[in-house]
C-alpha cells in the first residue's frame, strides 16, 4: 500500500492521529508531497514510514531544504509518479509537468484540500492536510496495489472513504 499526505506544518512532530497514522504505519511507501516546516518534523515522519518519497514546501526551514528536493519522480507497479509541492501555473502546470516527466500521476499538496483530477493525460493527486485542513475535513490519500496499476481512495482521518479512484480513470463513490 502506499499512503500519500501533505502540509504537515508542525515543528515538532508528524501531527498523525486516526486512520492516518494506522496507513503511514501499515504503507510499504509514504509519500508526502511538502510543507514539514522542520527537520524535526520530517524527521518524526521518517520514524513512522517504512520507506519515505517526500519532497519541501514553501515553508521549510533551511534544514529541511538542504535534506529534501523540490521535485521527485519514481515508479512503483508499472506507475511513473511526480512529486511536488506546488507549481504556480495551477492544473495546466502539473499536467504539463507530468508530460515533461512522462508521468502517470503528479502528487502535489499546498492548498491543505483534497483533489482527485483526470486530465486525460495525467491523474493530478492532492491529499489534501492530514493536520490543518482549510474548509474541510482531515484527509490522506491510499493506494492499493492491482494486477495493473493502483485502485486508491481519498479517506478522512478517521477512515471514512470519500471518493474512489484509480491510475486509469475516475471512479466515482
Known sequence: MITIVS?????TGHELTGRTLEAVREADLVVHAGDFTTEAALS????????LVAVHGNNATPGVL???????TFEENGVRFVVVHRHRSGSTGLELLGRERDADVVIFGHSHRHLVEDTGEVLLLNPGSHAQP??????HLEL???KEGFGGGVRRGDGELLQEFSVGGMVES
Open 134 to 139: 482549510r474548509g474541510g475535513f482531515r484527509t
Open 66 to 72: 538542504d535534506r529534501l528536493p523540490k521535485v521527485q
Open 144 to 146: 492499493e496495489p492491482r
Open 44 to 51: 518524526a515522519f521518517e520514524s513512522e514510514s517504512n520507506r
Open 7 to 11: 502540509d504537515t506544518h508542525s515543528e
